[in-house]
């Protein structure tokens, strides 16, 4: 009985949180794109083309895997200029922005 309890209510539950928790909502994405142009966009440039940080664009992230990226702004490289974002993003919106980068934003 504890088994169907667990196979018919847990199981469902547990295969359907990741997806919920993957969504980052229309309006957050509009908060997103507006962070990443203009707060990322002082240091990365507004159309990602670099300036005092890197440029992020397609092409030069490509090379780098996703979760190193995730990292670098989750935790950022402080000695290096660029800022940690844990706190004001969480994990599910950095992997949202990396994604939107690797794609190119215009
Ligand atoms: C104060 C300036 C500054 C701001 C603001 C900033 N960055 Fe950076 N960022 C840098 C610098 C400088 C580097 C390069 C660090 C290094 O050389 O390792 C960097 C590196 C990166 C990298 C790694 C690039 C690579 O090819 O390895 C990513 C990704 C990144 N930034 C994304 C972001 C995102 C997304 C934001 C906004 C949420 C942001 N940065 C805001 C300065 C900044």
Known sequence: M?????????????????????????????????????????????????????????????KTPDYILENTIKYGRETLAMPAWDGILNSVEIEWLVDQLKEGIE
Do not use: W
């Open 2 to 62: 504890k088994k169907l309890f667990i196979v018919l209510f847990v199981m469902p539950v547990m295969l359907a949180l990741p997806f919920n928790s993957y969504a980052v909502s229309p309006e957050r994405q509009d908060e997103l794109m507006h962070l990443l142009k203009q707060d990322c966009g002082s240091c990365h440039g507004m159309t990602m083309k670099g300036g005092l940080g890197p440029a992020l664009l397609p092409a030069t992230l490509i």
